[in-house]
């Protein structure tokens, strides 16, 4: 499994990505996967499919930018119940469209072209600041997306994204409670809460690490205070502040609740799509010695809702493509519009390795896919706790 080495900011590189790293590296009479993968990859890419992925991507920006604005404004000046319950649903849409297609992106050093640099640019780190829409730390959420998830897939003590414990059991080698028995029909719930738990997220860690220190030994500086003390009360003065000049306190806190609740649904949602679904593998510490870092991104992360179709066009569009979620790992710097067009490169590539590429026809065969997950780990007579999970390899 490939470490990461951040430099001393800790955000500014991305040495976990290899995104076209081993293309020029002497060919072996066999090539590994990662080479073929990339070098395929690459040749599908060429600079004019490249410059339109870019082009669309920031076409979409700008409409998810506009979109976020107009809610937001619909959302102060709303009047009566339809009204305002019709502000809060597109602004929990919109905040949501925010996460998936901006920062996400930016996040990743992939909303901007990098000219194959892995610095963060600064238009990439600039856009990445739209976290801040959604009341998080971009710099937080990097550290804990960028360098812990991508880097340590779905592996248990390394990957925070897997851990809902103790309310859940989301990987086999977590421990089972009595009441995991039921998380199938529970856990839906727990995910209205990711929203709200990405913003005091933020605020726990700085203050663990006022103590600790962060992954590198660092506590934080008085500029970290400041900056995560003026986002956390310029978000709530827009979302809570500003509103209460125009509506009663209790309409504005149902609002908020509605808001947050929607965002997080829907971010909890589409994230376990991807990762804790039948078809992925978990372990437990480490990857296994005789998987590489390529491979197991490929056997730890599930596709759903590929295709041309009306309905796999617009979950496409909306979730910023990660629906994509095997493309998104092997090639994280890449604009996720690109994602459809590597799709079939990908796919045979690891046909050819011999490497499970799960991908789910449709969104309800996905969701199927997690529930059913969540339903076997839940049961003590299917799932022992101290397994290390080889779930199904099927295609």
């Known amino acids: ?38 070098r395929r990859v690459k040749a599908t890419l060429d600079p004019r499919v490249l410059s339109g992925a870019y082009r669309r991507l920031h076409n979409k920006a700008v409409v998810v930018a506009v979109w976020y604005i107009a809610s937001y404004v619909l959302l102060v000046i709303a009047s009566g119940w339809i009204m305002g319950v019709v502000a809060c649903v597109s ?47 971009s710099k937080r959420w990097i550290e804990g997306h960028v360098f812990s998830h991508h880097s340590s897939t779905n592996i248990v003590g390394k990957d925070d994204d897997i851990e809902l414990r103790p309310f859940a059991r989301l990987a086999p080698s977590q421990p089972r409670r009595v009441m995991h028995r039921y998380q199938h029909l529970y856990v839906w719930m727990l995910y209205g809460f990711t929203a709200a738990a990405i913003i005091m997220a933020d605020i726990m860690g700085i203050i663990t690490e006022s103590f600790t220190g962060d992954r590198h030994g660092r506590r934080p ?34 609002g908020v609740g509605a808001v947050l609740t929607i965002t997080g649904l829907l971010l909890g949602v589409v994230f376990q799509l991807a990762h804790v679904v039948s078809e992925v593998e ?32 617009m979950i496409t569009w909306y979730t910023g493509g990660l629906n994509y979620q095997t493309e998104h790992h092997l090639f994280p710097q890449l604009p996720h519009t690109a994602y459809p067009a590597i799709a079939p490169v990908v796919e045979t590539t690891c046909a050819t390795y011999d490497i499970p590429y799960s991908v789910q ?25 101290t397994a290390v999970s080889t779930k199904g390899r099927s295609h």
């Open 361 to 385: 026809p449709t969104l309800r065969a996905a969701i199927a896919s997690h529930y059913r997950h969540l339903r076997a780990l839940g049961r003590a007579d299917l799932v022992p706790n």
């Open 282 to 313: 978990f372990a437990d510490g480490l990857a296994p010695e005789d998987v590489k870092w390529h491979e197991w991104q490929v056997r730890t992360s599930a596709d759903f809702c590929h295709g041309s179709s009306l309905s796999a066009r």
């Open 221 to 254: 500086s008085t500029g970290d205070y400041v900056v995560l003390l003026g986002t956390k009360v310029l978000f709530i003065g827009a979302t809570v502040g500003v509103p209460m000049l125009f509506h009663p306190w209790w309409i504005v806190a149902i």
């Open 1 to 38: 499994m490939k470490t990461v080495n951040a430099d001393d900011e800790g955000i500014d590189t991305f040495d976990e990505i290899n995104t076209f790293d081993e293309v020029n590296a002497p060919v072996a009479p066999v090539e590994s996967f990662a080479v073929a993968i990339q």
């Open 91 to 137: 602004f929990a849409l919109a905040m949501t469209a925010v996460g998936f297609n901006i920062q996400h992106d930016a996040n990743h050093n992939a909303l901007c072209p990098t000219s194959g640099s892995k610095r963060f640019t600064i238009p990439n780190r600039i856009a990445g600041w739209s976290m801040y829409a959604l009341g998080a730390s």
